[in-house]
């Protein structure tokens, strides 16, 4: 089946700095999607990314799904201690009754 | 209010000894899928259902049944539990090609 790999699997950053998590695919992807999962909570959806090369934007999170769509990745700009949590990149199959999930990324952010 | 709905939060139980995590939705989604989630390994999709009666086995099966008799619950059984399925377990809900909503999660601990 398909599989995402993710890095780092954690990153630590001092409030106010940029952070960045990639993910990549030896297959060609028909989506991504992005999840985030607060300490000891559930992943909830962040966004869907299905066009080659599409770059789509919420306030200071960037999402951007490669030209090949094999890779994906996620910036937040100028942290904040609410971006704490693990951010997840996901592919599904099925129309996505099956979602694979890449490893997550750990983000720390120190105030 | 939309909602995935899980139960228990937390279990603690014996070795071969049944169970069944129940899980229910109200969003009148097609889909629904369970998975574990242990640190390092991302979450990984045990079964998944289209529809009702429609069931197919995610990446890690084993050891796991599910049934989808109604369109709004999709209750995980464990029949003989083993120490290694100590994990957190999520279900899931969506629509075809949408996002997954997630339940709150039960901790398991096979002793």
């Known amino acids: 089946g398909q599989q995402v790999m993710q890095i780092p699997q954690y990153q630590h950053v001092q409030e106010g700095e940029d952070f960045t998590t990639y993910c990549n695919s030896s297959?060609?992807?028909?989506?991504i999607q992005w999840y985030k999962q607060r300490p000891g909570g559930h992943p909830v959806f962040l966004i869907q990314l299905v066009k080659s090369g599409e770059v789509k934007k919420q306030k200071r999170l960037t999402f951007q799904f490669g030209e090949a769509k094999k890779n994906s990745s996620l910036h937040i700009t100028a942290t904040q201690t609410t971006d704490v949590g693990t951010y997840f990149c996901?592919?599904?199959?099925?129309?996505?009754?099956?979602?694979?999930f890449g490893q997550g990324t750990i983000l720390t952010v120190h105030p | 209010e939309a909602q995935v709905t899980q139960n228990p939060r937390y279990l603690i139980t014996v070795t071969g000894k049944k169970l069944t995590v129940t899980c229910s939705q109200n969003m009148n989604h097609e889909y629904m899928s369970w998975y574990r989630q242990d640190p390092g390994l991302g979450l990984r999709q045990i079964y998944y259902?289209?529809?009702?009666?429609?069931?197919d086995k995610g990446d890690v099966p084993e050891g796991y049944k599910v049934s989808r008799k109604e369109k709004r619950n999709f209750p995980l059984i464990l029949e003989s539990p083993s120490p290694n399925q100590t994990s957190l377990y999520f279900c899931a809900s969506s629509r075809q090609g949408g996002e997954a909503f997630f339940g709150q999660g039960t901790r398991l601990t096979v002793v």
């Open positions: 297959t060609t992807l028909s989506n």
């Open positions: 259902s289209m529809n009702v009666e429609v069931t």
């Open positions: 996901v592919t599904g199959g099925t129309s996505y009754g099956k979602l694979t």
